[in-house]
T-cell receptor, first 113, second 112 residues
Framework: AQSVTQPDIHITVSEGASLELRCNYS??????LFWYVQSPGQGLQLLLK??????LVQGIKGFEAEFKRSQSSFNLRKPSVHWSDAAEYFC???????????FGTGTRLLVSP | DVKVTQSSRYLVKRTGEKVFLECVQD?????MFWYRQDPGLGLRLIYF???????EKGDIPEGYSVSREKKERFSLILESASTNQTSMYLC???????????FGSGTRLTVV
């Protein structure tokens, strides 16, 4: 069965510093991969997705993610974090035959002044 | 933009009550989903539906049922609410292959 691991429960980054959130997936074939963000008390908003092609994917709010098949990873990055990026981030995987998304347990990002 | 609307943001119910959580989407999406979100556990799929009157069990269907009589509406039913069903419930919809979900804002349910 497919699964997603986000090894970091919390991450604290200084405002203006770079960010990388880790995501590893378990799935036999090439999966569809997603990153979502959830602000406090809100639903989830799609940041970016990867289906095929260029392994570096650009998303909204200045985020990008890189698919590395050899490492089964899909890490999320941002070169300069803003205080408004403080939120919880979820990585998700979907196999190509079905519509179900499997989510990781999330990483809470704290941004310090 | 696609909109997924959950009827209540906050709900407090008593143990043993029958609870209905409503979700409506306005973009003619075929697929709809109910998740519950708990700290440290992420999002877990309760039920989903590929079409009207069709439903499939997710990973944690026990204690829940669903109804999809119209394409735009997907209801989650707690047959007899229990305190361990206190959680944030998120509805989502999607269309076709290759698209991510669109989520509602969630319903925070407290069962006392």
């Amino acid at each position: 069965a497919q699964s997603v691991t986000q090894p970091d429960i919390h991450i604290t980054v200084s405002e203006g510093a770079s960010l990388e959130l880790r995501c590893n997936y378990s799935y036999g074939a090439t999966p569809y991969l997603f990153w979502y963000v959830q602000s406090p008390g809100q639903g989830l908003q799609l940041l970016l997705k990867y289906f095929s092609g260029d392994t570096l994917v650009q998303g909204i709010k200045g985020f990008e993610a890189e698919f590395k098949r050899s490492q089964s990873s899909f890490n999320l990055r941002k070169p300069s974090v803003h205080w408004s990026d403080a939120a919880e981030y979820f990585c998700a995987v979907r196999n190509t035959g079905f519509q179900k998304l499997v989510f990781g347990t999330g990483t809470r990002l704290l941004v310090s002044p | 933009d696609v909109k997924v609307t959950q009827s209540s943001r906050y709900l407090v119910k008593r143990t043993g009550e029958k609870v209905f959580l409503e979700c409506v989407q306005d973009m003619d999406h075929e697929n709809m989903f109910w998740y519950r979100q708990d700290p440290g556990l992420g999002l877990r799929l309760i039920y989903f539906s590929y079409d009207v009157k069709m439903k499939e069990k997710g990973d944690i269907p026990e204690g829940y049922s669903v109804s999809r009589e119209k394409k735009e509406r997907f209801s989650l039913i707690l047959e007899s609410a229990s305190t361990n069903q206190t959680s944030m419930y998120l509805c989502a919809s999607s269309s076709g292959t290759g698209y991510g979900y669109t989520f509602g804002s969630g319903t925070r349910l407290t069962v006392v």
